[in-house]
């Protein structure tokens, strides 16, 4: 039996944490994340779930904590968001290169500075190249169902890697929808049982992990993660398969809308997607592809999909002072040569809202390269 | 590199079971001074065993035996933390 409940995606997030009852949740509250362990606290006190929640003194603690838990044989999730995913970053990598897998709830938050609270993707931009999967979900509904194929994700044997499941500050973490959760049985037969190749625990097989590496073996072992992100690619559109059999609502990789026969198609990350769909609504010939997964990137997928537009506008709601936006990079490298014009904004940076008009006027070809941009130069 | 794993055969995260490995000899790093042990002085409060930072102080059991000199790189921590004065640094 099937639920629909009103949740914000935080409270969507930790009801999917009550029903996979992970053995460990090591983690430090920060806005916009902190409805996430705010809500599972209280279910785990209210005895809903039975996890070992571990208060540590900040978000570095917390990544430490998780790899250690992770590492020894528990399933373990933790969250955060912006300034805590900055200071978690020098451990996000170590996670990445121990293959802990980890699953941990983003609240995508703009970086300081200026401090700011509310949304925009610098923060999961920060830690790309650390060699964690992140998935970006577009409403509170998909954040629930990505948080439950997440584990299924990370522990594959041929995975090993931390998700991230990564959901818009406030847009996402704090607006209520109707959400739909399946029942606490489906999800426990979906989620299975927490098993790694080297459980720490398991004394009658002692292991050296996370060992010193030289020039003769760094290279090799960073690379590990790149076979790993290869294989995690298929993996994404598999295990939403197997979900959405038992959800009916489509999970993958990429999420085209209108694209068949499209001239001009609209890429974008996250939330963003609801608004663009809107937009292209009304316009003929013009579609939308939201990129779930940013890592690993779905070069290949995206590429083919594209084959017949002309035109490929994409959103960046992340800058990189000095260059172009990074999801504007990724897509220009993957249709490398196809002929397609690319086309590049930034927009919503520190939680400046992304209008239908504005999306209306990047069609148009009306748009600056910074979106609703107070500046000279936003024109240019 | 000759000998070496490719990326492919390295366990996820270069995982280490020793008894696979070849056992790495670092006694070599000892500059001129080795422990050594006047077991008549030892107590068997093993904290030599708590503080080597090698794996250098051979038991058996709860019982000090010696040292393992083919991992002791020669840090003297050994013979500082000797509550007996048990322990001893000589030249080689």
Excluded at chain 1, 99 to 113: E, F, T, W, Y
Excluded at chain 1, 212 to 238: G, N, S, T, V, W
């Amino acid at each position: 039996m099937t639920r629909r409940l009103l949740l914000t995606g935080g409270e969507a997030v930790a009801h999917a944490m009550r029903q996979i009852d992970p053995d460990v949740v090591p983690v430090y509250p920060i806005t916009p994340q902190t409805p996430i362990i705010q809500v599972f606290a209280k279910l785990v006190a209210n005895g809903n779930a039975h996890t070992e929640i571990v208060n540590v003194e900040s978000e570095h603690s917390a990544m430490s904590a998780a790899i250690g838990a992770a590492l020894a044989g528990a399933r373990t999730i933790t969250a955060t968001s912006s300034q805590g995913l900055a200071l978690m970053a020098e451990v996000v990598y170590i996670a990445a290169s121990m293959r802990a897998p980890i699953v941990m709830a983003v609240g995508n938050r703009a970086l300081s500075g200026p401090i700011n609270i509310h949304c925009d993707h610098s923060d999961s931009m920060l830690i790309r190249d650390s060699g964690v999967i992140q998935l970006f979900v577009e409403n509170a509904q998909e954040a629930y169902d990505a948080m439950l194929l997440a584990p299924r994700l990370a522990e594959r044997d041929d995975v090993l890697l931390p998700v991230l499941v990564c959901q818009d500050g406030f847009t996402i973490t704090h607006s209520a929808e109707p959400v739909e959760l399946l029942d606490d049985e489906t999800v426990i037969r979906f989620v299975g049982d927490y098993s790694i190749p080297f459980p720490l625990l398991d004394t009658a097989h002692p292991t050296t992990q996370g060992p010193f590496a030289m020039p003769d073996y760094y290279y090799e072992l960073r690379h590990q993660q790149d076979i790993a992100m290869e294989h995690a690619l298929p993996a994404i559109d598999e295990l939403g398969a197997e979900l959405a059999h038992v959800t009916n609502r489509p999970f993958g990789a990429l999420d085209p809308y209108r694209l068949g026969g499209a001239h001009t198609a609209v890429v974008c990350l996250g939330s963003t997607a609801g608004t663009v769909k809107d937009a292209v609504d009304e316009h003929d010939g013009v579609g939308l592809l939201r990129i779930c997964s940013f890592r690993p990137f779905p070069e290949h997928a995206l590429r083919e999909l594209l084959a017949g537009v002309d035109e490929v506008i994409v959103l960046d709601r992340a800058a990189s002072p000095g260059s172009r936006g990074p999801l504007f990079t990724e897509v220009a490298a993957a249709l490398y040569g196809s002929g397609a014009a690319i086309r590049g904004h930034v927009y919503g940076l520190g939680g400046r809202e992304l209008h239908l008009d504005g999306v209306h006027e990047v069609i148009d070809g009306t748009a600056g390269r910074y979106i609703g941009l107070r500046s000279a130069r936003c024109l240019a | 590199m000759p000998g070496l794993k490719q990326s492919e055969e390295l366990r996820p995260g270069g995982v280490v079971i020793r008894t696979e490995e070849d056992r790495l000899r670092t006694g070599g790093w000892r500059t001129g001074l080795k422990p050594e042990v006047e077991l008549a002085k030892c107590v068997d409060c093993l904290l030599c065993w708590l503080y080597c930072p090698d794996s250098a102080i051979v038991l058996e059991g709860t019982h000090f035996t010696g040292f393992d000199l083919d991992v002791c790189k020669g840090c003297e921590l050994c013979s500082v933390v000797c509550p007996t004065g048990a322990i001893e640094m000589v030249a080689e």
